[in-house]
């Protein structure tokens, strides 16, 4: 993982904890979703692992397991030009779980 990588699974921590813990529904068999939004690295231009996104989503994506759900699929849609700069990447992710 990149130098960031501590301050990006405390990042996720927070945000499970504070916002994706709470809006968890109950365990009953059902699939739900739940959305997180995200941004990319900072200037993120060369091909390659984004670890930020990597380590805040998979951060997440593990808490949710260590509830006891099972996670059933997981999509993602991009829109550039997001930020105060405009040169960020920002990230919707669907998360379906049960």
């Given amino acids: 993982m990149g130098f960031f990588s501590k301050g990006q699974q405390e990042s996720a921590k927070t945000v499970f904890?504070?916002?994706?813990k709470p809006s968890l529904q109950p365990k009953n068999g059902k699939v739900h979703v739940i959305m997180i939004n995200s941004f990319s690295k900072w200037i993120n231009q060369i091909f390659g692992c984004d670890d930020k996104y990597t380590t805040q989503i998979d951060s997440i994506l593990t808490a949710i397991q260590n509830e006891g759900y099972e996670i059933v699929d997981v999509k993602l849609n991009s829109i550039q030009n997001q930020g105060i700069t405009g040169s960020m990447?920002?990230?919707h992710t669907l998360i379906l779980y049960k």
């Fill in 17 to 20: 904890e504070k916002e994706v």
């Fill in 89 to 91: 990447e920002g990230f």
